[in-house]
Nanobody, 124 residues
């Protein structure tokens, strides 16, 4: 499976921004759909955003649409989640995930490869 490592998490004030990066290794990355999920304490893991293998199709959860942007650079084997206008409800452990088909999914169980997660904490 694709190996994934997230980075870029940290502490940010409400209204601020963070950029999360996911570094991928594996020869199937260019044909793999990618997604971002998050899990807050005591909550279920939830879908945030996903992107197709080409980067031309994206999906966003209603809670982040207009604030977060997902992108990918297949030449560098990276996926980025740009997060703007952060609020306290965005505090969670953020995971990068890979689905080894070209089309993305909003469903956590559809992804076979996961990173270890990076913590995002938003102070209010």
């Amino acid at each position: 499976q694709v190996q994934l490592v997230e980075s870029g998490g940290g502490l940010v004030q409400a209204g601020g921004s963070l950029r999360l990066s996911c570094a991928a290794s594996g020869r199937t990355f260019s044909s793999t759909a990618m997604g971002w999920f998050r899990q807050a304490p005591g909550k279920e893991r939830e879908f945030i955003a996903a992107i197709s293998w080409s980067g031309k199709s994206t999906y966003y959860a209603d809670s982040v649409r207009g604030r977060f942007t997902i992108s990918r650079d297949n030449a560098k084997n990276t996926v980025v989640l740009q997060m703007n206008s952060l609020n306290s409800e965005d505090t969670a452990l953020y995971y990068c995930a890979a689905r080894e088909v070209t089309w993305p999914s909003r469903v956590s169980s559809d992804y076979g490869s996961w990173g270890q997660g990076t913590q995002v904490t938003v102070s209010s």
